[in-house]
């Protein structure tokens, strides 16, 4: 079993989940811990005293005792930049969801992590989640024959919206719906998505973050079977971070329903009326317990570098969720279906030396 000594870039909401599932995990035999703010550097260290707390990442990536890294930084400008560093220093590598901004970017990470036969996976925590787990299961196992067609509805508050719209401006679709078509994809391997139509709406996120308020994409794939996705982040202030989805996965030999919708614990208080606890997407610390997929994740990686296994999300399964939110961002800015094109295709395509019409006749993937 390989010794991990693991650096955190970041430790904000997922970051800090990361960091104490770290520091309790026998895997882990040193943390390490970067962070800019100092205040919030300091108070991290503080739970999961780590061996270093610097405010430089770089710090962690000349340390050469340090041999896996995991981003949590935001913006998701930086995602690209700090994942080619540390790849470059020879540390494996988890990071954040998305795995770039562009395509570009992302085969440029997945070649660099396979040239130095490193570990590179995208943060899905949703894979985590044990009902989402379910429904993959009653695929795999026959329980409902082939997959036919899905639907996922996922919302958040807009408290997390305004969060998110005010510090880069990517759609629902890349920040939110992301999560879900990187199940959905999951389900429905090895199936690929050839053909991407979606709806925004703009009426309350425009004015101030020039971000959607939602977005709906229904996604054909190689085979003629269907997925819908709804996704936003305007829901009223219930909670700061609550999130509610439901799935409906029908196939040929049955159905699965899931209430993912959180609903499911009320608490109501004369100071703050009613709210929702244990509903983010992450999860959260509930005294001795976690409910919920992110410290499983972070688990599930720690093991997969101690033991030298391939993690569950692939990066280049990451590069598909990618091609499908752009196509759905793309489609929604110009009101038309986008075609899935074959990579060098669409490599052409968006170096402008083919025509959309030519683009939009191209085969499937194959």
């Known amino acids: 079993m390989n010794k991990v000594n693991i650096g955190i870039i970041g430790t904000g909401w997922c970051g800090d989940i990361r960091a104490e599932a770290c520091a309790a995990s026998p895997y882990v035999s040193e943390l390490h811990i970067a962070e800019i703010k100092e205040e919030r550097l300091k108070e991290v260290a503080q739970k999961t005293k780590p061996v270093t707390a610097t405010t430089d990442y770089r710090t962690l990536l000349e340390n050469k005792n340090i041999n896996s890294i995991i981003i949590s930084a935001t913006p998701e400008t930086t995602h690209y930049p700090m994942a080619k560093e540390s790849l470059l220093a020879g540390k494996h590598v988890f990071l954040e969801k998305p795995i770039a901004l562009e395509l570009s970017e992302a085969d440029e990470l997945i070649a660099l992590a396979r040239s130095k036969s490193l570990l590179f996976t995208i943060g899905y925590s949703q894979r985590f989640n044990p009902k989402f787990a379910y429904v ?15 639907l996922v509805s996922r919302h958040i508050t807009r408290n997390l919206g305004n969060k ?5 401006k990517l759609s629902p679709a890349a920040m939110e719906a992301t999560h879900d078509i990187d199940f959905i994809l999951w389900c429905f391997s090895p199936r690929k998505p050839i053909r991407v139509y979606a709806q925004q709406v703009n009426k309350i996120m425009k004015p101030t973050h020039n971000v959607p308020d939602c977005v709906w994409i229904v996604v054909t794939l190689d085979d003629g079977s269907v997925f819908t996705i709804g996704a936003g982040w305007v829901l009223p202030p ?22 993912d919708s ?3 614990v009320t608490l109501n208080t004369m100071k703050r009326g009613i709210e929702f606890p244990i509903s983010t997407m992450p999860g959260e610390k509930v005294a001795h317990v976690y409910a919920g997929p992110m410290e499983a994740e972070t688990i ?9 296994r391939q993690p569950l999300v692939t990066a280049e399964h990451a590069r598909m969720v990618m091609q499908v939110y752009q196509a759905a961002d793309l489609s929604a800015e110009e009101a038309r279906p986008v075609d899935i094109l074959p990579d060098g295709l669409q490599s052409d395509w968006q170096a402008g030396e083919i025509d959309r019409t030519t683009a939009r006749r191209a085969p499937a993937i194959s």
Request: net charge negative; charged share 20%.
């Open 164 to 168: 998110i719209g005010g510090r880069i």
């Open 238 to 259: 219930a909670y700061p971070n609550f999130s509610s989805t439901w799935i409906e996965m029908v196939g040929t030999e049955g159905a699965i329903m899931v209430d």
């Open 136 to 150: 993959k299961r009653s695929i795999e196992d026959g329980t409902i024959g082939q997959p036919v067609s899905a």
């Open 300 to 308: 599930h990686f720690l093991e997969c570098v101690a033991k030298g």
């Open 262 to 264: 959180h609903r499911d």
